[in-house]
């Protein structure tokens, strides 16, 4: 049987309209950087994965309260400056993100289990976990800060 090719209005019908120009925004950000789009089918709705260099960069993936966008920010370190001038809300999140239990202790998780994110934000240490440090709400306060979010990350990996 042939593998059906991805689309982002897949996604796009498990979610409010509401969302949708923001999708398609950042969908055409990460393609036009060369991320390759890829559709799986979850419990509520599909997930969007794009990667590039057979590493993920980002996803999109439904909840109840609406889409939330996960983003892999591997270089985040490089770009903690940009990282400072997030807003409460989502510096919130990145707080309140689980700790990366290899980085605190390398036994207490899979080996298979790639390593969190360490970086500094204004004096404050972070060893998050890299499936929950960057997963924020897509709404229209947080889209332009997701969207240079991604831009540093495409960027460093492009370097």
């Known amino acids: 049987m042939a593998k059906k090719e991805a689309h982002i209005e897949d996604y796009l019908n498990d979610i409010s309209p509401d969302y949708a120009d923001f999708i398609l925004a950042l969908h ?34 439904s909840r109840k309260k609406g889409p939330l966008i996960r983003i892999y920010g591997e270089n985040v370190s490089k770009y903690a ?41 204004k004096g404050e240490h972070y060893q998050k976990c890299r499936y929950n440090c960057f997963l924020f709400e897509i709404n229209a306060g947080n889209f332009p800060h997701i969207k240079g979010l991604l831009e540093n990350e495409l960027a460093e990996r492009a370097a």
């Open 81 to 121: 400056a940009f990282i400072e001038t997030l807003p409460d809300g989502m510096m919130k999140a990145v707080a309140k993100a689980p700790a990366c239990k290899r980085l605190l202790n390398p036994t207490d998780c899979s080996s298979r289990c790639p390593m969190g994110y360490d970086f500094m934000v």
């Open 28 to 61: 055409q950000q990460l393609t036009e950087a060369g991320c390759l789009l890829e559709l799986k089918q979850a419990a509520n709705g599909h997930v969007v994965s794009y990667r590039k260099d057979k590493r993920i960069v980002a996803n999109f993936v």
